[in-house]
């Protein structure tokens, strides 16, 4: 699965209002200088996000946005959707006959590739602002780099 710049950039933009707002409007120009995002791409991400209720917009001098809640209770999967960026490591359509293997049967490795998508979108559902701004962010009981290597004896 990779996470296009939509996502990244919503996630970026939101923890840098998270720790910028302090409950006071941050201008989107101010994130864009920080994040060294486009301008008109954090517009039309904020205008999502808004959408979405996750921020809030003050219009006329010192405006800007601030987070529509606590960091504490906004989760990165409610900002990864909220600008549409689908959270799926499958080819199929969920909700459709199709399959992955196009002839509307699914491929063998199918339920694996769907459970990384659920492990996923629990994880980034378990992670806030917050959690994102404190540097609290769980690697889980062993690191990849760290899990022991399986060998195969030949036979």
């Known amino acids: 699965m ?12 939101m ?4 720790q910028n707002g302090a409950g006071q409007p941050v201008s989107l120009a101010e994130i864009a200088d920080r994040q060294s995002i486009s301008l008109s791409y954090l517009e039309q991400l904020f205008s ?17 946005y601030t987070l529509a ?3 504490d209770v906004i989760r990165i999967s409610e900002v990864i959707l909220a600008v549409d960026e689908p959270i799926r490591t ?8 199709a399959g992955c293997l196009g002839k509307g049967s699914r491929c063998m490795t199918h339920d694996l590739w769907e459970e990384l998508g659920h492990q996923i ?9 917050a959690d ?11 690191r990849a780099q760290d899990a022991p290597v399986h060998e195969i004896a030949a036979e």
């Open 48 to 64: 999502k996000l808004r959408r979405a209720s996750l921020v809030k917009s003050a219009r006329g001098p010192g405006g800007g």
């Open 90 to 97: 499958t080819s199929c359509t969920p909700g459709t006959s």
């Open 132 to 142: 994102v701004c404190a540097g609290r962010i769980y690697a889980g009981p062993m």
């Open 121 to 129: 979108h629990g994880y980034l559902s378990s992670v806030s602002l």
């Open 15 to 18: 923890v840098d209002l998270a």
């Open 69 to 71: 809640d606590q960091p």
């Open 2 to 13: 990779k996470l296009s710049t939509k996502g990244r950039y919503a996630v970026m933009a």
